[in-house]
T-cell receptor, first 114, second 114 residues
Framework: AAGVIQSPRHLIKEKRETATLKCYPI?????VYWYQQGPGQDPQFLIS???????DKGSIPDRFSAQQFSDYHSELNMSSLELGDSALYFC?????????????FGQGTRLTVV | AQTVTQSQPEMSVQEAETVTLSCTYD???????LFWYKQPPSRQMILVIR??????QNATENRFSVNFQKAAKSFSLKISDSQLGDAAMYFC???????????FGTGTRLTIIP
């Protein structure tokens, strides 16, 4: 079965650079979530989209932005990167905001800021 | 605000034995879901089991079962016949019905002793 696809799997950026993370949800899933997991930490919710509209917002820095496109894939844009942004970034998808299915997670993008 | 507490940072169990991981949560909501996720060294987040708060019957998935005590706000995971592949970080997570985001506990690292 198709899963959530995240790209790239690994990314190394320098401080103050910009990074774009991509997420392709499971086919027919219309809801996407982004989570950030720092080293040794639990995942923290950043933002979610349902039917291309932002549905909820968590502890996402102002330097980050995200959107969901017409084909339901999502991109997380991160600017002015800081060392503290180094983390594993998960994308998850579900159907109808989790009312029809649970959230299924991608394998994550490991971002390292140097 | 909802919180999820896992008081056991690390646990170990002999292969083929049974282990119980603890989780407590705090909420004023009456309708919610509880989950256990497994994160092996690959860092993939894998859903192990889910419990709806309105269901009195404890969820079971093969060797995994939960003990859900709603009044005590307790949600423990029992792993029977532990296998080497069960070694992972286990996160307890919570979400309310009308909201999609997951709130995670800090995790319990489970080691399986051969």
């Amino acid at each position: 079965a198709a899963g959530v696809i995240q790209s790239p799997r690994h990314l190394i950026k320098e401080k103050r650079e910009t990074a774009t993370l991509k997420c392709y949800p499971i086919p027919r899933h219309d809801t996407v979530y982004w989570y950030q997991q720092g080293p040794g930490q639990d995942p923290q919710f950043l933002i979610s989209f349902y039917e291309k509209m932002q549905s909820d917002k968590g502890s996402i820095p102002d330097r980050f932005s995200a959107q969901q496109f017409s084909d339901y894939h999502s991109e997380l844009n991160m600017s002015s990167l800081e060392l503290g942004d180094s983390a594993l970034y998960f994308c998850a998808s579900s159907l109808e905001g989790g009312r029809r299915t649970e959230a299924f997670f991608g394998q994550g993008t490991r971002l390292t800021v140097v | 605000a909802q919180t999820v507490t896992q008081s056991q940072p690390e646990m170990s169990v002999q292969e083929a034995e049974t282990v119980t991981l603890s989780c407590t949560y705090d909420t004023s909501e009456s309708d919610y879901y509880l989950f256990w996720y497994k994160q092996p060294p690959s860092r993939q987040m894998i859903l192990v089991i889910r419990q709806e708060a309105y269901k009195q019957q404890n969820a079971t998935e093969n060797r995994f079962s939960v003990n859900f005590q709603k009044a005590a706000k307790s949600f423990s995971l029992k792993i029977s016949d532990s296998q080497l592949g069960d070694a992972a970080m286990y996160f307890c997570a919570y979400r309310i019905l009308r909201n999609e985001k997951l709130t995670f506990g800090t995790g319990t690292r489970l080691t399986i002793i051969p």
